[in-house]
């Protein structure tokens, strides 16, 4: 799906990550592989360390430390926000809505519009879409779209494959109308039927949690997980991004005729460094006008490793500075897309621990 968007802009960017650290070197008793297979991987696969909340720690929780953060520094004000969107694999509750909880705790007004919308890698991209559309509507003019995860907890501590990536974190976007003319365009591609290639089996309707669910079971590589545990197909993956995600972004570059000479960053989700290398490869991009750091400092939050991407790498430069960036995420669902779009002199563009 092709989408275009007219006279809208992204003021400011928050990433709120955890101060709990926990390093590689201090994990590889949990895998099975010997040392120096691990350390080859650490290195080619950027793993260092990550960051996770403790288990009572929730998206309300994160959402609501980061608003009241704006609040506090005067970035942000309770009666100018329009809509609230909320993009998250890891609800604080079936029902109701989270982003019901947190405009109920922050004490929003009545009219604001909430949200919740159920997507994980790609999940920073359909946010800002969904954002960007609800500002065609004449009374809306400021919405603030969270993206959060604590997905830490349901990933097997003794899976190699997963637990070394993932991270919590989550991030506020604020994007408004502006009466400057401008253009942003962008594509979209969905594949359900691969949609088992990213997946937690346990813990919904389909399948309820168990005492069954959690009993752990070994893969063929050393990899104990349970049925409450996200699975994923590492090499049907590589091959899924680096086939599917290259070709969308041709596809697109060549639509909006916009030579890759002209994008000044390619900030891009980031499963692991060697994936989001790959892909520069791919793509002929040099490598520093993608960085792929985001995994080997704080892991693998899902949707929120595009914005922690921007404030982590280029914070500062944004908040004097106008870019033209390239936004691809790509993963759970199967989801991948990318976003077009001039990023200039943001009101605030932060990082903050929780």
Same mark, same amino acid.
């Given at each position: 799906?092709?989408?275009? @968007? ?6 400011g ?9 926990r ?10 592989a010997? #040392? ?8 080619? !696969? ?5 960051r ?10 994160i959402?609501? *430390? ?14 100018e ?7 998250t694999?890891?609800?604080d ?15 929003l007004?009545?009219? $604001?519009?909430?949200?919740?919308i159920? =997507?994980?890698c790609?999940?920073?991209? $359909? ?14 003019n #400021? ?5 959060a ?45 691969r949609?088992?290639m ?15 669910t ?7 590589e050393g ?6 545990n996200? $699975? ?7 091959y899924?991004?680096?086939?599917? $995600?290259?070709?969308l ?7 909006? =005729? ?8 390619? !900030? ?17 991009v040099? @490598? ?8 080997? @400092? ?6 929120v ?13 944004l908040e004097?500075?106008? @870019?033209?960036?390239c936004?691809?995420? *790509? ?10 779009m ?8 932060r990082?903050?621990?929780?």
């Open positions: 799906m092709i989408f275009e @968007y007219r006279n809208k802009k992204i003021t960017l928050l990433t709120i990550v955890p101060k709990n650290i390093t590689f070197d201090e994990e590889m008793e949990n895998y099975k010997d #040392k120096a297979r691990n350390k080859r991987l650490k290195m080619v !696969m950027g793993y260092e360390q990550h996770m909340f403790d288990d009572d720690v929730c998206v309300s929780d959402a609501v *430390f980061g608003m009241e953060y704006l609040f506090k520094e005067g970035l942000l004000k309770k009666d926000i329009d809509a609230l969107i909320l993009v694999q890891s609800p509750y079936f029902m109701p809505a989270t982003s019901n909880i947190i405009h109920g705790r922050l004490g007004p009545e009219d $604001v519009y909430c949200m919740d159920n =997507q994980g790609a999940g920073f991209l $359909v946010g800002l879409m969904q954002a960007f559309a609800l500002l065609d509507q004449p009374t809306v #400021k919405v603030v779209m969270i993206n995860d604590v997905l830490s907890r349901k990933v097997s501590k003794a899976d190699r494959n997963s637990y070394p990536l993932v991270g919590d974190a989550a991030s506020i976007t604020i994007v408004e109308s502006c009466p400057e003319e401008n253009l942003i365009q962008g594509e979209i591609r969905m594949d359900g039927s949609a088992e990213l997946i937690i089996p346990a813990g919904g309707f389909r399948t309820p949690s168990t005492q069954e959690a009993i752990m079971h070994e893969d063929e990899n104990s997980r349970s049925l409450d996200l $699975v994923m197909g590492g090499r049907e993956v590589f899924f991004v680096q086939t599917e $995600v290259p070709k972004i041709e596809s697109l570059l060549e639509r909006i =005729q916009m030579p890759k000479e002209k994008i000044d960053w390619w !900030m891009f989700h980031q499963p692991n460094k060697f994936m989001v290398d790959k892909l520069a490869e791919a793509l002929d040099p @490598y520093e006008k993608m960085p792929s750091n985001i995994v080997t @400092y704080f892991g693998n939050a899902s949707g490793t595009i914005p922690t991407n921007v404030v982590y790498n280029i914070g500062g430069k004097q500075e106008e @870019y033209k960036i936004f691809a995420g *790509f993963g759970v669902g199967l989801t991948w897309g990318a976003l077009v001039d990023v200039c002199k943001l009101d605030f563009c990082l903050i621990d929780m």
